[in-house]
């Protein structure tokens, strides 16, 4: 087991806070252990004093012995194999409390890499294999240890040169296992493998099963998932066949251990040197070897598996966190400047270059076509990535040097997705903050929700997954209610009313504005109609800012009638 340091190092903590419990199971899975000695020990008195001596009294004693052990022994298999249940049920749960936790506190650029379908395998299949290690491969494996020293152990005691030859040859199976072992590992991390391919397939058509029925791909899709379903089929049939040849070459080793002692064994009974009780005991005992054999190994392959799973729990783990060990900002933000700031993600510069400032009661509109720039710009500001040259500055000290969570909740935020959860409308709208009803009505119908009147339930209409039961303009108003309800001082909205009709975000805009008379608001936008009450405008290009000033100043610049040719 020394491969497996790692995984065993990482789970002692946890092995630690369950102490208890872990003595009390050890201790029951000795029992265990020593009553399968006594079952076997108990052929010498049989044979021997009931039936060669024919002794009356042991008429009566063994049935009741008999009866005692196997009563005790029930008692033990109980108490360990629930003890270990629940001690793998509490560590795997802490375990995936843990890995959540990691998941929500981690920043985005390092977990924007990994897929939903990795992150859902790693938290729920591969804490569930760590299950199965703890609460059955480990116990098994310890009973079987145990056993195989009380009962070679006693066939010792019984006769310890004939046991010598039995041991030798059960010993050699050793080689032929380990083999095997590698080749379950290497199977074990194919499996796991193909169920993320499946995990990420599913994910990913019903996300957009929309798009697939329209395209008409679902008999692709299908196809495609079936040859995912095939490959996994393939690893885990492998899987079982090298671990299932464990058995048979097992079995042969241990008939050349019996075989042998048969013949020595027998000859020592012919010419008197050993008895026909004795003779009985050590082979029932050698007998009784080969299950708990087989346990340990086929549970010593399946434990080479506690590293890799540690593995990838432990990259979960590992995933690098926001950083909360700063201080709180405690003063209302007064001034946000990026200085020199460029963004880079992998070779592809995002952001170059990019000097401004938002002074508080301001409001900045940023401009610019799809893919300046625009979203990755508030990345930045929201602490989700780092710049990759120049400082972000919040009343002239370094973003970073306040806890990203206390800047954060000075923003009311609305994002271009416009985030809603499957909850029910009035849930969405708080999402997290205490109910207020003046302050609900006031944030509904400056969004301009009416149309919450018209669902069924009204506010507590479920909206579904993505809120796929509400139409774009309705999720965006939503999620403009939400921004308002929180009503922070600062309002960052990216293109949060590009769902909407002419009309009705003309509505929003002049109801906001009026709420938003002395926020700081950083409006990101594509539409002119939605940037002419900004107080500074600062067109993007590439990532670039090629024009900033008032209204006016800009609109005269050639860059901004580029960015607006369709003249909106
Ligand atoms: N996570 C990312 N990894 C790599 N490139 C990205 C990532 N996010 C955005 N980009 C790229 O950055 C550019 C700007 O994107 P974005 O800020 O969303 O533009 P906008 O909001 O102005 O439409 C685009 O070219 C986009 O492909
Ligand atoms: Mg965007």
Redesign the pocket.
């Given at each position: 087991m020394k491969q497996n340091y790692k995984g065993i190092k990482f789970l002692t903590p946890y092995f630690k806070a369950h102490k208890k419990s872990i003595l009390l199971t050890l201790f029951s899975m000795v029992g265990v252990a020593l009553s399968s000695a006594f079952t076997a020990y108990f052929m010498k008195p049989l044979l021997n004093n009931l039936f060669i001596q024919k002794s009356e009294t042991m008429l009566y004693m063994m049935p009741l012995i008999i009866v005692a052990i196997f009563l005790s022994r029930g008692v033990f298999r109980f108490l360990s194999a629930y003890l270990s249940e629940r001690i793998a049920i509490e560590i795997t749960q802490d375990i995936r409390a843990k890995l959540y936790k990691k998941v929500l506190n981690s920043r985005i650029d390092a977990i924007?890499h990994k897929t939903l379908g990795d992150i859902n395998t790693r938290i729920i299949e591969t804490v569930l294999n760590l299950h199965q290690i703890i609460a059955k491969t480990i116990p098994n494996y310890l009973i079987s240890l145990f056993t195989i020293f009380a009962l070679v152990g006693t066939i010792i005691y019984l006769n310890w040169r004939l046991s010598l030859f039995a041991i030798i040859f059960a010993a050699i199976v050793i080689f032929p296992v380990k083999i095997l072992g590698k080749r379950v590992k290497r199977h074990v991390h194919k499996a796991e493998e193909h169920v993320r391919e499946l995990n990420e397939r599913i994910n990913e058509t019903f996300n957009h099963i929309d798009i697939v029925k329209v395209y008409n791909q679902t008999k692709k899709e299908e196809k495609r998932f079936l040859g995912y379903l095939e490959d996994y089929k393939r690893a885990l049939l492998k899987l079982v066949k090298y671990q299932e040849l464990t058995s048979p070459l097992m079995e042969f080793f241990v008939s050349l251990s019996v075989a042998s002692v048969i013949f020595f064994g027998g000859y020592e009974v012919i010419h008197n040197e050993m008895s026909v009780g004795d003779f009985f005991a050590f082979l029932t005992a050698l007998m009784m070897l080969y299950a708990p054999i087989k346990i340990t190994t086929r549970n010593a392959l399946m434990l080479n598996m506690l590293d890799s799973y540690i593995d990838r729990v432990e990259n979960i783990l590992h995933l690098r966190q926001e950083d909360s060990s700063k201080a709180d900002i405690t003063e209302p933000i007064r001034e946000i400047a990026f200085r020199d700031v460029d963004l880079t993600?992998?070779t592809?510069p995002?952001l170059r270059q990019l000097n401004f400032t938002i002074e508080q009661g301001k409001r900045v509109a940023i401009v610019?076509k799809?893919?300046?720039?625009?979203?990755?710009?508030l990345s930045l500001l929201f602490g989700f990535r780092s710049p990759t040259n120049g400082v972000i500055e919040i009343n002239s000290k370094p973003l970073e040097s306040y806890t990203i969570s206390s800047i954060r909740e000075q923003f009311s935020y609305v994002n271009?997705a416009s985030g809603i959860f499957n909850l029910s409308i009035k849930e969405n709208i708080l999402y997290g903050l205490e109910y207020d009803e003046e302050r609900y009505k006031k944030a509904v119908a400056t969004a301009h929700c009416e149309f919450i009147e018209t669902l069924p339930g009204r506010d507590d209409f479920i909206v579904g997954e993505n809120g796929k039961r509400l139409s774009g303009g309705q999720r965006q108003r939503i999620a403009l209610a939400r921004a308002l309800y929180k009503d922070a001082p600062i309002f960052v909205l990216d293109e949060a009313t590009s769902a909407l009709d002419n009309n009705t975000e003309a509505l929003i805009q002049e109801s906001i504005a009026s709420i938003m008379k002395n926020k700081t608001v950083l409006i990101i936008a594509h539409r002119l109609q939605s940037i002419k009450q900004a107080d500074s405008v600062i067109v993007?290009e590439d990532?670039a800012i090629v024009a900033m000033g008032s209204y006016d100043e800009v609109a005269k610049t050639e860059a901004f009638r580029k960015n607006f040719a369709l003249g909106e």
């Open positions: 924007e993600i992998g592809k995002i610019g799809t893919g300046a720039g625009k979203s990755s710009l271009q993007l990532g």
